[in-house]
């Protein structure tokens, strides 16, 4: 199983940004794809953004020009920038891995909060 250590929440203004951070126990060369979801309070965990070995990003419309996913091979890290929070992103990220063999494995989550 992989380990994924999340970093980077807190509590942030409308309109602000912050940055997550998700490393990885393992080389990115091993990970298929990587990924963030979002889980607001008393809601189901849906996915928010992904980006695969190859580089290819996707991302939920809601966030779409707001968010942005990176990945950095060297740092075995991949990263959320979110700008232009709202109140809306509130809840808890938690980052994944699709091993290439193997299960999903989750991060243990990072709480973000956006005032209004």
């Known amino acids: 199983q992989v380990q994924l250590v999340e970093s980077g929440g807190g509590l942030v203004q409308d309109g602000g940004s912050l940055r997550l951070s998700c490393a990885a126990s393992?080389?990115?060369?091993?990970?298929?794809?990587v990924g963030w979801y979002h889980q607001a309070p008393g809601k189901q965990r849906d996915l928010v953004a992904s980006?695969?070995?190859?580089?290819?990003?996707n991302y939920v419309d809601s966030v779409k020009g707001r968010f942005t996913i990176s990945r950095d091979n060297a740092k075995n890290t991949v990263y959320l920038q979110m700008n232009s929070l709202k109140p809306e992103d509130t809840g808890v990220y938690y980052c994944?891995?699709?091993?290439?063999?193997?299960?999903?494995?989750w991060g243990q989550g990072t709480q973000v909060t956006v005032s209004s």
């Open positions: 980006i695969t070995k190859g580089g290819s990003t």
């Open positions: 393992v080389s990115m060369f091993f990970l298929n794809a």
């Open positions: 994944y891995s699709d091993q290439i063999l193997g299960p999903r494995s």
